[in-house]
């Protein structure tokens, strides 16, 4: 059994520590609070990366503790009008993503709709608080607009982003020290606050957690951000300036940051682990989508490194401990804080903060991809939603694609095997018409999974002459082509062999690996390591599947019994990866369902990938 990673050990600790995400390091354990949406966002990152299914159960009990039946949110205080407690609509949202359930979508919403009541500064900037007028704080950007972003994309609310980038794009402007590149911790536009500087409005010291929130917030927007918005390319510029500065001021020796980030090394300044996660995160992440540069990667190792011979240590009870973690940082209130270099140094330090732990498990679920992002750099893996084109009403009634599509989340999703594709640093991109090769010179992975049968869309569109041609000249060319069929109830056969023929391979219209209940070993395929596309041998579960045959150029690399499950042809300078089920959906990836642990989909779906991206490259 492979060694554990120090973020899947984290999460174990989180879950023995804290049952349910009742956090008993906070002021009022059980309270909704950001401290506990930082933490379910860091076992989400990890959940995503390793697909331990203990991990969504955990987020999801959390979530439950305040989200009643009916969609309300136990202990909400709306009147606060606070961007703090917006943070943990993020592990609302990923639950409503995954389930479907209302409840979830009227939390939601309503933590959507509490944002439009937000008072904002005269430039439009959220305030941070209702007690904090005029004045927009770094944590607000985290806080905030990664949770409008995913909002914005589960549902169809476009012109929220024009928003979401004018809130980034504020501080980038008006909270940047043209000095250092840092960003200050806060920006009062009134200018009327005892900590503003009378000039600018900004707070004195750069606060280490402070550019950690700002950094966080920019590469997470990212995700749903569209890749046609104009702010975009904004957007990644910002991220870009401020991560240059931090690799600046990033200590050359332990490669952590220090508390007050550019005045290392002055008395009483210290490494902060909340901060210093928080940065490996955003750099790793960074790199991996493509957003900074590989030079960055060495900057996020070092960090990690740093990271863990600096902080982390193991208690009495054999559980992890993370070390160092300043726990709070703001400006004015009650009693006053001053926003000072003496200010930030004479808060305390603890252990296991859970704003520290949140960013160390976001950060650890990077580092465990770190290893392998340079591969799929400049690889666009294009998932096909033609052919496969069915629909369903989401919660707020919108007609939405789904079935095999990167971005479903649900049992039938293939937002984890996206998930594979993108630990090599590839971009998933998705066709929704019929391929035209001025698309498919765009990508160099294309997949197309159980194309549709009238009593799944009872307006399928069939694979024909003219499509097949397109594809196959693509193929020609260089392309991978990933072809996932499935069983003759669930999926056409007859049109698709219009295509896999070309190759030399025939789907045959039988059932076959047919499961009867959870009768598993009926649905288990063997595959070996042996097989020239899976580096690893695996025992995968294929339910209900047709057959194929081979011939030409095609191969069977893994078969059952008399049956080819899964075969590889070479045409021209491309490859084809066929096989008979779409075995690796979200339901047999994601570890939240009952398939049994010997069965290891996700693994095998992360070495498809691999084998994709790599022959993709020759």
């Not at 002021?27 to 989400?44: F, I, K, Q, S, T």
């Not at 765009?442 to 694979?463: C, E, F, G, R, T």
Request: with cysteine; net charge negative.
């Amino acid at each position: 059994m492979a060694e554990k990673s120090p973020s899947q050990t984290m999460a174990e600790t989180v879950i023995r520590q804290w049952p349910d995400g009742v956090i008993s390091t906070v002021g009022h354990p059980g309270a909704w609070a950001y401290e506990e949406g930082v933490l379910l966002d860091g076992m989400a990152a990890e959940w995503h990366t390793t697909a331990d299914g203990a991990d969504f159960h955990y987020i999801k009990a959390a979530v439950d503790r305040y989200v009643t039946p009916e969609g309300t949110i136990t202990g909400y205080k709306a009147d606060a009008h606070t961007l703090d407690d917006i943070e943990m609509g993020r592990a609302v949202l990923l639950v409503y993503r995954v389930t479907h359930q209302p409840k979830y979508y009227k939390a939601a919403k309503f933590l959507h709709d509490q944002l439009a009541l937000q008072p904002r500064t005269a430039s439009g900037g959220y305030w941070h608080k209702q007690i904090y007028p005029n004045q927009m704080w770094l944590d607000g950007a985290y806080m905030a607009e990664p949770f409008r972003a995913a909002y914005a994309a589960t549902f169809q609310e476009p012109g929220d982003f024009d928003d979401i980038a004018k809130q980034l794009l504020l501080m980038d402007e008006h909270m940047r020290d043209p000095k250092t590149g840092l960003l200050r911790h806060g920006w009062d536009e009134s200018k009327q606050m005892p900590w503003a500087d009378k000039k600018t409005g900004l707070s004195p010291e750069a606060w280490g957690r402070a550019m950690g929130w700002y950094a966080m917030a920019l590469v997470d927007t990212l995700d749903w951000m569209p890749k046609d918005h104009p702010e975009r390319a904004e957007l990644i510029a910002a991220l870009n300036r401020t991560m240059a500065a931090v690799v600046h001021y990033q200590d050359p020796k332990s490669g952590l940051w220090w508390q007050v980030m550019d005045q290392g090394g002055r008395k009483g300044n210290y490494f902060e682990s909340s901060a210093s996660c928080m940065f490996v995160y955003t750099l790793a992440k960074g790199v991996r989508m493509g957003y900074l540069t590989q030079s960055d990667e060495a900057s996020a190792r070092r960090g990690w490194e740093g990271i863990q011979k600096q902080f982390v240590t193991t208690g009495p009870d054999g559980l992890m401990v993370l070390n160092g973690t300043v726990s709070v940082g703001g400006l004015g209130g009650k009693p006053y804080r001053s926003g000072t270099y003496d200010y930030y140094l004479s808060e305390k330090v603890v252990s296991n903060d859970a704003k520290g732990v949140g960013a160390f498990l976001k950060a650890g679920s990077e580092m465990e991809q770190a290893a392998t992002e340079a591969l799929g750099q400049g690889r666009t893996v294009l998932v096909d939603a033609w052919f496969n084109s069915q629909t369903r009403k989401n919660a707020a009634g919108q007609t939405e694609l789904y079935h095999y599509k990167w971005n479903d989340d649900t049992n039938d999703g293939y937002a984890f095997f996206g998930r594979a594709f993108q630990r090599y640093g590839a971009q998933l991109a998705t066709e929704k018409a019929a391929p035209t090769t001025a698309d498919l010179k765009k990508a160099q992975i294309y997949v197309i999974a159980s194309p549709d049968i009238p009593v799944k869309n009872p307006n399928p569109h069939y694979m024909d002459k003219a499509s097949a041609e397109v594809i196959a000249a693509w193929v020609k060319a260089g392309g991978v082509l990933l072809l996932f069929e499935n069983d003759p109830a669930n999926a056409d056969i007859e049109h698709l062999n219009t295509l896999s023929d070309l190759f030399g391979i025939h789907y045959n219209a039988v059932l076959t690996n047919h499961v009867v209940g959870n009768d598993y070993p009926a649905g288990a395929v063997t595959i070996p390591a042996t097989t020239g596309v899976f580096a690893h041998a695996h025992q995968a579960y294929m339910k209900d599947t047709c057959s194929m045959t081979v011939k030409g150029n095609a191969r069977a690399v893994v078969t059952k019994g008399s049956d080819v499950m899964i075969a590889v042809a070479h045409y021209g300078k491309g490859t084809v990866f066929a096989v008979v089920d779409p075995w690796v959906y979200n339901e047999y990836t994601d570890r939240r369902n009952h398939l049994p642990v010997e069965y290891d989909n996700f693994s095998s779906a992360i070495d498809l990938a691999g084998w994709a991206v790599r022959t993709s490259r020759r």
